[in-house]
């Protein structure tokens, strides 16, 4: 098998995601290969993100087709925002969580969003529109080189997308940069609880962009945040995301070997 460069793996995810930010409201689309049946419908897009702990007020609250089924959590129900903070999501698609983020850090806060899919970017600016959320911009860039300035934001959200990029440690080390002294990280992310077999891991297209290849375990998340200067950091593995991981590419058993998890730190 031929090794691909880390932008390589890059355009690959690129190119996954444009295909979901590009398709229909009523297309299938999710954070799995494109032939997945875990979503069908627009119903479905709620009762996916219904599963990941969004509540129903949370879904009412977004513009029609800023909620792509896309995650693997909810990151802004566990970030304890307030009004007035400013907030950065890494990955942020249609504007699903920057948009309920919004909500939360009111008229005196700010919200940015971070995508390297133009068509994504695309996406969240007409949903920001429509939904009028003024407080709300969304920049093109990738979250190992973000488009914003040093000790500029209170709090860092991301949801299923931090897995997806081929150096992980830049990430977080733009991350630390980007935040405030005494700002915080809340993500919710995919990690391994077990190797994952050759087969998955070795699948460096559909399955990579699927949010399964490229998880780091629970150690290494750790050790890369400690290495990027985070403190009081807490990893919580979520077993009950098992229920949903295991539709995502049916009859694998990848649920043996990933699980969501919360992870938070400090600046």
């Given at each position: 098998?031929t090794?691909l460069?880390n ?5 690959n995810?690129?190119?996954?995601y444009?295909?979901v ?6 297309a299938s689309?999710c ?36 909620n ?10 566990i ?17 699903f969580?920057?948009f309920l ?11 940015i ?16 529109i ?26 860092i959200i991301?949801?299923?997308?931090i ?6 440690q830049?990430?977080?080390h ?14 919710s ?7 994952l ?10 399955l ?11 150690a ?8 990027s200067?985070f403190?009081?950091i807490r990893?919580?593995?979520?077993d ?21 998890a ?6």
């Open positions: 098998m090794k460069t932008d390589q793996i890059r355009q995810v690129r190119g996954h444009q295909k930010a590009v398709k229909k409201i009523e689309s954070c799995t290969p494109a032939d997945s049946s875990c979503c069908d419908t627009p119903a479905d897009f709620d009762a996916i993100s219904a599963k990941l702990g969004y509540s129903s007020s949370d879904l009412a609250a977004v513009p029609e087709g800023a792509l089924g896309l995650g693997c959590g909810n990151p802004q129900a970030a304890e925002l307030q009004a007035g903070e400013h907030v950065l999501d890494l990955g942020s698609g249609g504007g969580d920057c983020a919004s909500r939360q850090v009111g008229d005196q806060g700010h919200v969003g971070v995508d390297m899919t133009p068509e994504m970017i695309s996406r969240a600016r007409e949903n920001a429509k939904g009028k959320f003024n407080n709300t911009e969304f920049r093109l860039g990738e979250i190992e080189y973000l488009p914003v300035a040093d000790n500029s934001v209170n709090v991301s949801n299923c997308v897995n997806l990029s081929p150096d992980k830049q990430v977080f733009e991350a630390y940069r980007v935040l405030q002294p005494g700002g915080r990280l809340a993500i992310d995919i990690v391994t609880t077990a190797e077999p050759p087969e998955i891991k070795n699948d460096l297209d559909e990579y962009s699927g949010c399964i290849s490229g998880a780091s375990s629970i290494d998340v750790e050790q890369m945040l400690h290495e200067g403190t009081e990893i919580e593995p979520k009950e995301s098992r229920t949903f991981i295991k539709d995502w590419v049916p009859g694998a058993n990848v649920d043996e070997y990933i699980v969501s919360v992870i938070k730190a400090r600046k």
